[in-house]
C-alpha cells in the first residue's frame, strides 16, 4: 500500500514560530503536494513539486514555503505563524508524467493550532 | 478555468436508504473526475476515478458515480447506506496536462440507525 506519513498529527504553536511541518512518501512518486483543509473551503492547494528541488505555487502560497531535497521528502515551512494558519494540513503525492488522471495520494493530516 | 461545486454541505440518509451525493463541475476540456472520502481523522482516500472510459464508474464499498456531459455532473450514488459510510466526500476535477486538481467544498454524509 502506498504510505504517505505526516510527522506531527497536532501542533499547538505560538504565533511567529517557525513551523516545519515534514511528509514523506513510500512510493517513489515524482510529485508531492501541500492542501489546506478548512470547513466549508474543502481543500485548496499551497505548493506542490514535481521534482526534487522543483516547487511550484498552488492557490495560497501566501506566508507558507517549502523544501524537497529528496524525491521521498516534502516539508512545509510556516516562516513566522499566524493565527489565520491554524488549519488541518495534508500532504500527497501522486506518479509523475502527466499527473491528470492519476490517483492523488494523502496522508492522515497534521492539526495546527497557532496561538 | 475548471470548478467543482457539490451541492448540500450536509447530506443525512437512514440506514439501508440510497445515497445521492451532487457534484457539478465546469471544465472547458474533457475532464478526469474523482471522488474522495475522509473517515474521521484520516486524510483523503480516492473512492472512484472518471477518466474517459466508461461513463458509470464503480468504485469501492458499492459506490458509484455517472458522468453526464450534458448536465456536467458526476453524482454519486450508492443503493444502501451502511453506517460506516458515515464521512465527508470531496468531488474533484482535473485536465490532461495540468497539475492542479481542483476539489469541491466536500459533503458530509451521516447516516441514521
Redesign the interface.
Known sequence: DVK?TQSSRYLVKRTGEKVFLECVQDMDHE?MFW?RQDP??????IY?S?DVKMK?K?DIPEGYSVSREKKERFSLILESASTNQTSMY?C?SSFGG????N??Y????SWLTVV | AQSVTQLGSHVSVSEGALVLLRCNYSSSVPPYLFWYVQYPNQGLQLLLKYTSAATLVKGINDFEAEFKKSETSFHLTKPSAHMSDAAEYFCAVSNTGGFKTIFGAGTRLFVKA
Open positions: 504517505v510529485n492542501y466549508g473551503l474543502g481543500l485548496r492547494l506542490f514535481y511550484e498552488g495534508l500527497a502527466d499527473p491528470s488522471g490517483t492523488i494523502f496522508g492522515e493530516g
